[in-house]
Each structure stands twice: as structure tokens, then as C-alpha cells.
């Protein structure tokens, strides 16, 4: 099946600093990638919409300032959480939508991203 | 009201029951609903994806659409331990997923 990987899988930052996270499609390419987040007992929220090639959309009430995103290439995406605060501690998780292949359309899930600012 | 609504449990059932888990929700646009399984500290994986009204099955898993009721369903047949996570549903029309809150369920030796 799809693949798709995030690095770091874990991640401890001081307020204050900036960390960037990356998904990868591994088999496939993927010119669409969404990024979640999601806390303990809680849903997956969406946080905003990856496009290869241009600028990424926001969920209403998500600072495209602080969660800077780039879809570089068909296969990478990457978040960058700028000026981490304890709030921002979260589980974060991409995913990539298959463009091509009998699965297109399918939405595949990376492993997610714990992020602990201390 | 959420758009979509999933009663987050826990559910605990023994080795073997029948597992019933549902969804509903509000958005008559949605087109295609799926079920994903989320062990702990993991990635959701893809079980079970619809398109239409009805049932389809793979295996130990049904999942069943009612359009008309807004509602939907995963069975889980036989269940074992290894069965035991979160279930997540969801649904979309644009490629933007729209998740439950997830179930937690534990199925006991």
C-alpha cells in the first residue's frame, strides 16, 4: 500500500524556537498534502490544505504566519511551527492524497509528529 | 451543531462480540464516508471507504451508509484484541476530511 512518512516522529523544543516537520509521499506522487492536528481524546483538525506549487489554505482560525507551509515538490511537504509556544504541543499529522493508480483519489496518513514545547 | 458526531465511548466488549459503531451528521453534500483505525500515538489507517447508500464488507468489516438518515455504520465481526483502538469516521466532498471524534474501543481476551 501508499506509504507516507513524517520526521521528526518525535520532537522537544524550547519556547521560542521555530520547528519544521516533513511529509513524504514515498510511492506516489501527491500534489495535494493536508496537515492535521490533533489532541489527546480529540478529533483530527484540520489545519490547512497543501497544494504543490502554490500557496497553501488555511482553516478559518489557523495563523498562516506561525504555521508556515511548503509544498516544495510532488512528494514533500513541510510545516513549520514558528515561535513554538506550550500550546502548540500537539500531535501533528499529514496526509497525501494518491493522484494517480488505481487507489487515486485515496488519502493516505503519515505516522504524525508528537511536538512537546517546554 | 458538529458536522459530524461520533459518540466517543470507551466501548468494551469480549473477544468474539459483534462491534457496532456509528456515525452521524449534518452535511447532505457529503459524498464519500471512511472508516479509519488510529492505534495509540499513530497515524490513522485507511479500513473501509463508500461511496453510496448500502453495505460493503471486507472480511470481519461491514460498513454501512443511510444517506436518507444521515447515519453511518462499521461491524466489526468476531472481534479480536488486536481490534482494540480508536475508530475515526469521516466524510468528505472536496477532498477536505471531515473526522468523528473517534471511538475508542477495547476488545478484552
Known amino acids: 500500500g501508499a506509504v507516507v512518512s513524517q520526521h521528526p516522529s518525535r520532537v522537544i523544543c524550547k519556547s521560542g524556537t521555530s520547528v519544521k516537520i516533513e511529509c513524504r509521499s514515498l510511492d506516489f506522487q501527491a500534489t495535494t498534502m493536508f496537515w492535521y492536528r490533533q489532541f489527546p481524546k480529540k478529533s483530527l483538525m484540520l489545519m490547512a490544505t497543501s497544494n504543490e506549487g502554490s500557496k497553501a489554505t488555511y482553516e478559518q482560525g489557523v495563523e498562516k504566519d506561525k504555521f508556515l507551509i511548503n509544498h516544495a515538490s510532488l512528494t514533500l511537504s513541510t510545516l513549520t511551527v514558528t515561535s513554538a509556544h506550550p500550546e502548540d504541543s500537539s500531535f501533528y499529522i499529514c496526509s497525501a492524497i494518491r493522484t494517480s493508480g488505481r487507489s487515486r483519489g485515496e488519502q493516505y496518513f503519515g505516522p504524525g509528529t508528537r511536538l512537546t514545547v517546554t | 451543531q458538529k458536522e459530524v458526531e461520533q459518540d466517543p465511548g470507551p466501548l468494551s466488549v469480549p473477544e468474539g462480540a459483534i462491534v457496532s459503531l456509528n456515525c452521524t451528521y449534518s452535511n447532505s453534500a457529503f459524498q464519500y464516508f471512511m472508516w479509519y483505525r488510529q492505534y495509540s500515538r499513530k497515524g490513522p489507517e485507511l479500513l473501509m471507504y463508500?461511496?453510496?447508500?448500502g453495505n460493503k464488507e471486507d472480511g470481519r468489516f461491514t460498513a454501512q451508509v443511510d444517506k436518507s438518515s444521515k447515519y453511518i455504520s462499521l461491524f466489526i465481526r468476531d472481534s479480536q484484541p488486536s481490534d482494540s483502538a480508536t475508530y475515526l469516521c469521516a466524510m468528505t466532498v472536496t477532498g477536505k476530511l471531515i473526522f468523528g471524534q473517534g471511538t475508542t474501543l477495547q476488545v478484552k481476551p
Open positions: 463508500t461511496y453510496s447508500s
